[in-house]
């Protein structure tokens, strides 16, 4: 088990941009998937974004169909830390946002940190 260090997050205004971090606490190896999920009160955790690394090199990416376009993920293999950079932000993507990560250990959680967009 690991333990994921989020930062980040925050209060902005519909069309601005935020970032989000996440790190974790020990090394893992193999085939590793960080991402972002994400739940809005009343609704259920939907995935974000996630990236993959096998053996250090990083060769996937994946979004949510409700953010392609304005988030991006990116990743440091040899850190193991993942940073999100939201773009555009709009209100319906106030939630709280939790980082995982998907290793041989099997998957642990973030706590989770508050994302707020509201005029």
């Known amino acids: 088990q690991v333990q994921l260090i989020e930062s980040g997050g925050g209060t902005v205004q519909p069309g601005e941009s935020l970032g989000l971090s996440c790190a974790v606490s020990a090394r893992t190896s193999g085939s590793v998937t960080m991402g972002w999920f994400r739940q809005a009160p009343g609704k259920e955790r939907e995935l974000v974004a996630h990236?993959?690394?096998?053996?250090?090199?990083?060769?996937?990416?994946g979004y949510g169909d409700s953010v392609k376009g304005r988030f991006t993920i990116s990743g440091d293999s040899a850190k193991e830390t993942v940073s999100l950079q939201m773009n555009d932000l709009r209100p319906d993507d106030t939630a709280v946002y939790y980082c995982?990560?998907?290793?041989?250990?099997?998957?642990?959680w973030g706590q989770g940190i508050q994302v707020t967009v509201t005029s």
């Open positions: 990236v993959t690394w096998n053996f250090g090199r990083s060769y996937s990416r």
């Open positions: 995982y990560i998907d290793s041989t250990l099997g998957r642990d």
